[in-house]
C-alpha cells in the first residue's frame, strides 16, 4: 500500500519529507521511480502525464494537489470510478486573496498610468483618476472557496462587489448572479473582472469577446483560474480597442508560458507565474494523509470532487 508523488514542477524532496513526517508508515515513491504499479493504492498528483493513472491496476484514490481539478480530468485516459479529492486549505485561499487584493488595488489607485508618468519624468497630481471603492464594481467569476474571501475581504474594504456562480448562493453585503442568464447582467456594471472559476466544459473560453462586449469601457480583467478561460487573441482585441484597459494574468494556455507569446511583452499586460497562490506541503499534506487514512477506514472522503460537474 503506497503512495506516488508526480509533480514536475514541485519541490519533490520537500513534499516526501513532509509526508513521511506526516505519516511515517505509510510509504511514498516519488515518480518517475514507480517501482511495482501494483504497489500504488494512492496517487497525489500536480498535471500527471497522461496515461500514468491508467497504468496503476490498484488505484483507489487520486488526490490533487492543487485546488483544481482539470489538470487530472484532462487526461483522456482517467481511470473511470476511481474517486478524486481536491485541497482546500486556508493557506492557499490567503493567498489568492493577496493575489487579487494586490492586483484589484493596482488598478484601483491606477498604478499602471501613474508607472507611465513615472518613466516619462511627468508629475502630474491625477484628480481624474480619483474613485471611492464604493464607485468600483468588483466582479467576480466563482463563489467557491476562493471566490468567496476575495469577495468578502474587497467588500470589507468597501469596494462594490458581485460575484457569478452556477447555482443560486447567498452572501450578505455583494450582489449575486448566477447561471447563463445572469452572465451579461454581471458583467455589465464590472469594472474589474476576476476570474476564481474552476476550468470545466461549461466554463472554457468564458473570457471571451462576446463576453468582454458586455463589459463597461475601459474594464481590468484578473485571471487566477485557468488559462483555458481565456481566449488569447480576443483579449489582445480587446485591449485593442480599450475595452478592456489592462490585464493581469497568472494562468496560461501552455505553461511555462511560451517565449514567443504576445502577452509577455504587451504593455497593458502583467503576466505572473501560475504562484497566485502556492501548494505548501507543511500546510496540505494533512488532509492528503487524513483522506487516505479515511479510505483505509471505509469513512467519507473531504473535498472529493463531483466528477459530473467537473469541480
Ligand atoms: P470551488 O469549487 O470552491 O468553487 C468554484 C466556484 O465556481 C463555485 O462558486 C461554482 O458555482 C463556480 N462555478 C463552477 N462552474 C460554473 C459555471 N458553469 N457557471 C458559473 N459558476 C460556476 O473552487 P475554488 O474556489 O477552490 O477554486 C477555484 C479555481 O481557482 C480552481 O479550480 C483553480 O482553477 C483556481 N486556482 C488557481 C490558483 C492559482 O494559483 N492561480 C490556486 C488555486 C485555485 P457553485 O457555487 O454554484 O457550485
Ligand atoms: C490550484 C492551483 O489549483 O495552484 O491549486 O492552481
Known amino acids: 500500500m503506497t503512495l506516488l508523488f508526480f509533480s514536475e514542477v ?8 513532509e509526508l513521511n513526517k506526516a505519516a511515517p508508515d505509510i510509504p511514498v515513491r ?57 485541497i482546500v486549505d486556508p493557506m492557499m485561499t490567503a493567498g489568492i486573496t493577496e493575489y487579487v487584493l494586490l492586483h484589484v488595488l493596482r488598478y484601483h489607485r ?10 516619462e519624468r511627468v508629475w502630474k497630481m491625477r484628480f481624474d483618476l480619483h474613485r471611492l471603492p464604493a464607485e468600483r464594481r468588483i466582479g467576480i467569476l466563482g463563489l467557491g472557496v476562493m471566490g468567496a474571501d476575495s469577495a468578502a475581504k474587497l467588500a470589507a474594504l468597501g469596494f462594490a462587489v458581485a460575484v457569478w456562480s452556477r447555482t443560486e448562493k447567498t ?10 442568464a445572469g452572465l451579461a ?5 464590472t469594472n474589474i473582472l476576476v476570474c476564481l472559476l474552476p476550468l470545466t466544459p461549461a466554463t472554457e473560453g468564458i473570457l471571451c469577446a462576446a463576453n468582454f462586449a458586455h463589459l ?3 474594464a481590468f480583467l484578473i485571471n487566477a483560474g485557468r488559462g483555458g478561460h481565456l481566449v488569447d487573441d480576443d483579449l489582445l482585441a ?45 500546510s496540505i499534506v494533512g488532509q492528503v494523509i487524513d483522506n487516505i487514512r479515511r479510505l483505509v477506514a471505509g469513512r467519507p ?11
Open 238 to 282: 480587446a485591449l485593442d480597442t480599450g475595452r478592456i484597459a489592462h490585464a493581469t494574468l497568472d494562468v496560461f494556455h501552455t505553461e511555462p508560458l511560451p517565449v514567443d507569446h504576445p502577452f509577455w511583452a504587451h504593455q497593458r499586460i502583467t503576466v505572473t507565474p501560475h504562484n497566485a497562490a502556492i501548494s505548501d506541503p507543511r
Open 10 to 17: 514541485d519541490r519533490v524532496d520537500w513534499w516526501t519529507g
Open 185 to 189: 447582467p454581471f458583467l455589465a456594471s
Open 30 to 86: 516519488a515518480w518517475p521511480d514507480v517501482g511495482d504499479p501494483a504497489d500504488i493504492r494512492w496517487a497525489l498528483v500536480w498535471k500527471p502525464r497522461h496515461g500514468l493513472l491508467a497504468s496503476l491496476p490498484k488505484l483507489e484514490l487520486i488526490l490533487s494537489m492543487g485546488a483544481g481539478v482539470d489538470h487530472v480530468f484532462a487526461d483522456p485516459t482517467l481511470p473511470a470510478g476511481v474517486p478524486v479529492t481536491r
Open 110 to 119: 491606477f498604478l499602471p498610468v501613474l508607472e507611465a508618468q513615472q518613466r
Open 216 to 218: 463597461p469601457e475601459g
Open 301 to 311: 472522503l473531504v473535498n472529493q470532487v463531483d466528477t459530473a460537474q467537473g469541480y
Open 171 to 180: 452572501l450578505p453585503g455583494v450582489a449575486r448572479f448566477h447561471g447563463p
